[in-house]
């Protein structure tokens, strides 16, 4: 089993400049959470997916940030314009049931 | 206030000894609660679950849970240098709040040779 598949798995940028991070779930799991994970704030959930369906965005920090599931293995979040503020590393976690399985992770450096 | 709440730490303990690492929540009708290992610039993995009050045992790892007091804890015996790492506490809230988690900060663990 693949596991849950993240990229890229490092991205530097310039402020103002769009960035896409993917997601692929593990075959056969509904749930997908995008998080994000900062040595002030440690782990925040930022939205999450239910059978493609965003079931609870309260923790997207503003405008700039949107997620997409355009289908039932795959996902995506966009920071656009990206800040220096946004660097962090960016989980993202499938489930079936109640365990959460994370993916690797990207990490972001917003210059 | 933090719904689930762990000292940052560190934790030093020495080889072989018992690590004890707490977690408390504040809502009472949380479900499901689970622990999660994370190694230093790596991602949170599952070490185990625990759903009812009482003791479960996995191995060198035991996690307790006392719902009455609204606490769960995670117990490592013989504690080995590869078991430094941060440890997160995550709860499942009540049922209709799907299959999300609420972490906690985490604890980190040193273990000295």
């Known amino acids: 089993d693949a596991g849950v598949i993240q990229s890229p798995r490092h991205e530097v940028t310039e402020m103002g400049q769009e960035v896409t991070l993917r997601c692929k779930l593990i075959?056969?799991?509904?749930?997908l959470f995008w998080y994000r994970q900062t040595m002030m704030r440690g782990l925040e959930l930022l939205i999450y997916?239910?059978?493609?369906?965003?079931?609870?965005d309260s923790g997207m920090p503003e405008d700039r940030f949107s997620a997409k599931m355009p289908n039932a293995s795959f996902s995506t979040l966009k920071i656009q314009p990206s800040e220096p503020r946004d660097s962090a590393v960016y989980f993202c976690?499938?489930?079936?049931?109640?365990?959460?399985?994370f993916g690797p992770g990207t990490r972001l450096l917003v210059l | 206030q933090k719904e689930v709440e762990q000292n940052s730490g560190p934790l030093s303990v020495p080889e072989g000894a018992i690590a004890s690492l707490n977690c408390t929540y504040s809502?009472?009708?949380?479900?499901?609660f689970f622990w999660y290992r994370q190694y230093s610039g790596k991602s949170p993995e599952l070490i185990m679950f625990?759903?009812?009050?009482g003791d479960k045992e996995d191995g060198r790892f035991t996690a307790q849970l006392n719902k009455a007091s609204q606490y769960v804890s995670l117990l490592i015996r013989d504690s080995q240098p590869s078991d430094s790492a941060t440890y997160l506490c995550?709860?499942?809230?009540?049922?209709?709040?799907?299959?999300?988690?609420?972490f906690g900060g985490g604890t980190r663990l040193m273990v000295k040779p």
């Open positions: 625990i759903y009812s009050n």
């Open positions: 976690a499938s489930s079936s049931l109640e365990t959460q399985y």
């Open positions: 997916f239910n059978n493609n369906v965003p079931i609870d």
């Open positions: 809502d009472r009708g949380s479900q499901s």
């Open positions: 075959s056969g799991h509904n749930s």
């Open positions: 995550a709860v499942r809230p009540a049922p209709n709040a799907g299959n999300m988690l609420t």
